[in-house]
């Protein structure tokens, strides 16, 4: 007989063999709009009206709504003590989260997820067996760009999707480190601007620029939004890879570096270096792992991830360090203590340094 050790052993294992029900309960609800036909509705709808609202069967319908209720994304109410039927309402998060409408909203970033990011982890036994000779049908192939990538796909799902996380974490980079000696900061492959407009909250005397492709910036420029802060950022386009970085004594560059394979790695990195001012600072932030590569949970599905969709991978707080260093980097410091995200913040010089 299983001890009670084991069994909550066993049931851990089964759970995680389960988890992508869970992720369907959510994934399916945000495409039929149940988040938004709630938000819109002055009171708890039943799953009748819902249903209706999707023209979906209302038995399925009542099925998928209880699951939500059960996993917190929905609140049940005025339940019938009988039938077990009931209302449904948004939850504080489901509303913050889960809507189209608010400013914070997710829903884009999961969608983007299921859409272009899922499909690729259906071949991970195939990519493990394969390793550098696989070949994948989803991502960026060696030899291609994000210009390649918004060229063959809907590039406004790609732009929304990737804002999400900073648009809520956003504050979290800009506050790892205190950044208040830096005049010019520019965000490099800084999307629509959701950690810049973080960085210029934070930071009101510097002057903050997001330099990335052109039609990422022609994007940004017609959804900026209202306000002093947003106006205070300066979209600039531009191949970060071809073309030359904005004068800035301080860029910051977040989840783009496990984007690409170790050799334009090197070279953006480089470029980089180069770029700066004696002093100026460069700040990274992506999905770190520890030195033992254990952990945490969100940089190893990550680095599984990235061998996937671009043969890339996540690097350690060390690996961070000597690859700077090596560049001519100094004064590398590592936080690892922010979920999602890790922080790197290293200075250049004031003497150049012969490289490795």
Request: glycine letters at 8%; hydrophobic letters at 40%.
């Amino acid at each position: 007989m299983a001890t009670e050790d084991e069994q909550n052993e066993a049931r851990r294992i089964i759970e995680l063999s389960e988890g992508f029900m869970k992720s369907q309960v959510l994934l399916t609800s945000l495409k039929f709009g149940i988040f938004d036909i709630l938000e819109k509705s002055a009171a708890p709808m039943g799953a009748a009206g819902i249903s209706a609202a999707i023209e979906a069967d209302a038995d399925a319908t009542k099925r998928l709504l209880n699951a939500c209720a059960g996993l917190g994304l929905l609140q049940k109410v005025n339940v019938d003590k009988e039938t077990g039927d009931g209302e449904y309402k948004l939850t504080n998060s489901s509303r913050a989260f889960l809507t189209s409408s608010s400013p914070s909203s997710l829903r884009d970033r999961l969608l983007f997820f299921d859409d272009m990011i899922r499909p690729g982890w259906e071949n991970l036994s195939k990519a493990v067996k394969e390793g550098a000779a696989y070949s994948t049908p989803y991502g960026l192939e060696r030899d291609k760009t994000f210009d390649d990538a918004y060229s063959t796909r809907n590039h406004v799902m790609i732009m929304s999707g990737m804002a999400g996380e900073p648009t809520i974490f956003g504050a979290r980079t800009a506050s790892a480190f205190n950044l208040e000696g830096f005049q010019s900061i520019c965000d490099l492959g800084g999307c629509t601007g959701p950690l810049a407009f973080h960085l210029a909250a934070a930071y009101p005397k510097a002057s903050v620029s997001v330099f990335d492709l052109p039609v990422v910036v022609k994007i940004a420029e017609d959804s900026r939004p209202d306000g002093q802060l947003a106006q205070r950022v300066s979209f600039i386009p531009g191949d970060f890879f071809q073309d030359p970085l904005p004068p800035a004594d301080l860029y910051v560059i977040s989840r783009v570096l496990h984007d690409w394979t170790e050799d334009k790695v090197v070279k953006l990195l480089t470029k980089i270096h180069d770029s700066l001012p004696p002093g100026g600072g460069l700040l990274i932030a992506e999905n770190m792992l520890n030195d033992d590569k254990t952990g945490p949970e969100v940089g190893l599905k990550y680095d599984l991830h990235m061998m996937l969709v671009s043969k890339s991978r996540e690097r350690s707080g060390s690996e961070f360090k000597r690859l700077l260093t090596m560049i001519g980097f100094i004064e590398v410091a590592v936080r690892m203590d922010d979920y999602p995200l890790g922080h790197v913040l290293a200075r250049k010089g004031s003497k150049r340094l012969a490289r490795l």
